[in-house]
């Protein structure tokens, strides 16, 4: 069954994975936070960041950090439910 786009919560998750020079560390940290992010890993040359949201979202946190140099980028692909009591049977 099609979701009404107006009456669904749509999600999505990316992992990415961004090289991080010490001198730009600061400016990508300063992305994480605005788009509510999380760092999963970190190590002397590299962030992975995760991050859930619309995938217009995504979308731009991706064209930010492109600069920096992503190293790897995974995605769920979206997810969907609908809003209040209506249920999608199986």
Do not use: C, H, W
Request: net charge negative; glycine share 4%.
């Amino acid at each position: 069954q099609d979701l009404d786009p107006e009456n669904m919560i749509e999600r999505e998750l990316i992992l990415i994975k961004v090289n991080t020079e010490p001198d730009f560390r600061p400016e990508i940290l300063e992305i994480v936070d605005i788009f509510r992010a999380k760092i999963v890993d970190v190590s002397p040359k590299s962030l992975v960041i995760e991050i859930t949201g619309t995938t217009s979202k995504l979308e731009a946190m991706e064209e930010l950090l492109r600069p920096y140099g992503i190293m790897e980028l995974v995605r769920t692909g979206r997810i969907a439910i609908s809003r209040g009591i209506k249920a999608v049977r199986a």
